[in-house]
């Protein structure tokens, strides 16, 4: 299996935070920027059009195209969706939802003075036809929204990273399926420690820029790391 982890496009979170660097005014399932939309976009053309090189298993490199995505998943966060439809329209492919890989803390808002947290219900059913006709939803699900929980714990999210690597493992792992996935930032540092066997708790830190491109392959004898944090689709302007 090819594994391509692509981290969302700016949200409106992430413009807030590089504008007054807190989270005050801070929306609990932020949609795209404009300028997002358009990192989004960038990288759906790159990936239809670009080649690039390409070396399987030590072998010599060679100049093929962006493979084309065999499963193309999200997390169901308004700012992964709307990325993963973007991709998806311009891959002309369908967007299918993994619960697993939300970003940590899910659907919260935060008490201005006590600092309490929340659990909101997410985006319902409803609001996801409407709005992601790209997006695969089950029948009979979400109807009241899809989160429905307590704000998620730090105990709860590395074994989370682990369940979902699992769960990858088992649906993917042993075929020659090119599997993408539109996740958050900070799932991403306990998905890659969960991946390449890394301790939680040390210093190391992943990063990736919005609409950053990670690949991992993963084979009988143990997991490759092809490239992290490919940023090629854009311009230096639009980085963020």
């Known amino acids: 299996m090819q594994f391509y982890f692509i981290r969302h496009a700016q949200s409106i979170n992430n413009a807030l935070w590089a504008e007054t660097g807190s989270d005050e005014g801070r929306s609990e399932d932020p949609e795209l920027t404009d300028l997002g939309r358009e990192q989004a976009r960038r990288l759906g053309e790159y990936l239809v059009k670009t080649p690039r090189l390409v070396s399987l298993n030590g072998a010599r490199p060679t100049e093929d195209p962006w493979p084309v995505f065999t499963h193309l998943y999200c997390s169901l966060m308004v700012r992964a969706v709307e990325t993963a439809s973007i991709i998806g329209q311009t891959l002309d492919m369908p967007v299918y939802p993994w619960l697993e890989v939300f970003e940590t803390g899910g659907i919260f808002t935060e008490d201005p003075t006590t600092g309490e947290r929340t659990g909101g219900p997410g985006k319902t059913r409803a609001f996801f ?99 992290t944090n490919m940023m090629e689709h854009l311009p230096v302007e639009l980085i963020t």
């Not at 020659?176 to 830190?205: C, L, Q």
């Not at 820029?209 to 392959?217: C, E, F, K, P, Q």
Request: charged share 25%; hydrophobic share 35%; aromatic share 16%.
């Open 129 to 227: 036809a409407e709005n992601f006709p790209q997006l695969v939803i089950p029948e009979n699900q979400w109807e009241e929204g899809w989160w429905n929980r307590d704000f998620e714990r730090r105990e709860e999210r590395v074994p989370r990273a682990q369940r979902f690597l699992q769960d990858l493992l088992e649906r993917h792992g042993d075929t020659k399926d090119r599997v993408a996935i539109v996740s958050h930032g900070t799932f991403y540092n306990h998905f890659m420690r969960a991946a390449m066997n890394i301790p939680e708790g040390d210093d190391t830190w992943f990063a990736i820029y919005n609409t950053g491109v990670t690949r991992l392959d993963f084979h009988h004898s143990g997991v490759g790391l092809f490239f």
